[in-house]
């Protein structure tokens, strides 16, 4: 598959330089603007996948009347932290 370019982009000189500053060894300009890209496009597909579930349970209980208390919610979370603070140490 061939490869495609990108619009070039213009930004602030200061902009330019924090982004040069923050290079890893080896790591060129390019490389780390296709690696936020990359990053960027997961984090979204992830917060619409996220969206789109929590939609589906508010669909879904609106369809059955059935909710979970908040205070439920928290505890159950609470828990589970708790717990994996024990495993952890």
Same mark, same amino acid.
């Given at each position: 598959?061939?490869?495609? *370019?990108?619009?070039?982009?213009?930004? +602030?000189?200061?902009?330019?330089? *924090?982004?040069?500053?923050?290079?890893?060894?080896? #790591? !060129?300009?390019?490389?780390?603007?296709? *690696?936020?890209?990359?990053?960027? &496009? #997961?984090?979204?597909? @992830?917060?619409? +996948?996220? &969206?789109?579930? $929590?939609?589906?349970?508010?669909?879904?209980?609106? @369809? !059955? $009347? #059935?909710?979970?208390?908040?205070?439920?919610?928290?505890? @159950?979370?609470?828990?589970?932290?708790? %717990? @994996? %603070? %024990? %495993?952890?140490?």
């Amino acid at each position: 598959m061939k490869s495609a *370019s990108l619009p070039s982009l213009r930004v +602030e000189p200061e902009l330019r330089h *924090s982004a040069e500053l923050v290079l890893r060894e080896g #790591e !060129t300009l390019s490389s780390f603007i296709e *690696s936020s890209l990359r990053n960027n &496009i #997961e984090r979204r597909l @992830a917060q619409n +996948e996220f &969206i789109s579930r $929590g939609l589906a349970s508010r669909d879904n209980s609106l @369809a !059955t $009347g #059935e909710y979970i208390a908040a205070d439920e919610v928290l505890s @159950a979370l609470n828990n589970s932290l708790l %717990k @994996a %603070k %024990k %495993k952890k140490r």
